[in-house]
């Protein structure tokens, strides 16, 4: 069965750099386009970045294109997604997907492969 798995999260200041990992397990086939989600308590799940199937195209929300870049190693098998100068604002859980293509969208994720569980990122002030 194919699955995600989310790494890389934790407890950092603010100004603080993390770095999170998606792995997708159960398939070798780089045939997903791949995406950052995340959700503070209380708000819905909003777009962070995505990466096309190759990684030539990515794309990153306005609110953190300056300070975060997705990734993907070789094998297309995983995704990254670093993040500098961390602020408080950035606190959520980190969620990521993948797709058949490259998509900005989340009703275009999660129909592949079950969401999993995340990886909570927080930063104090």
């Known amino acids: 069965q194919v699955r995600l798995v989310e790494t890389g999260g934790g407890l950092v200041q603010a100004g603080g750099s993390l770095r999170l990992s998606c792995a997708i397990s159960?398939?070798?086939?780089?045939?997903?386009?791949m995406a950052w989600f995340r959700q503070s308590p209380g708000e819905v799940r909003v777009f962070v970045a995505a990466?096309?199937?190759?990684?030539?195209?990515?794309s990153t929300a306005a609110s953190v294109e300056d300070r975060f870049t997705i990734s993907r190693d070789d094998a297309g098998n995983t995704a990254y997604l670093q993040m500098n100068s961390l602020k408080p604002e950035d606190t959520a859980v980190y969620y990521c997907?993948?797709?058949?293509?490259?998509?900005?969208?989340?009703?275009?994720?999660?129909?592949?492969?079950?969401w999993g569980q995340g990886t909570q990122v927080t930063v104090s002030s």
């Open positions: 159960g398939s070798t086939e780089r045939k997903y386009g």
């Open positions: 990466i096309s199937r190759s990684g030539s195209t990515s």
């Open positions: 997907n993948a797709a058949p293509f490259y998509s900005t969208y989340y009703s275009n994720y999660g129909k592949l492969i079950p």
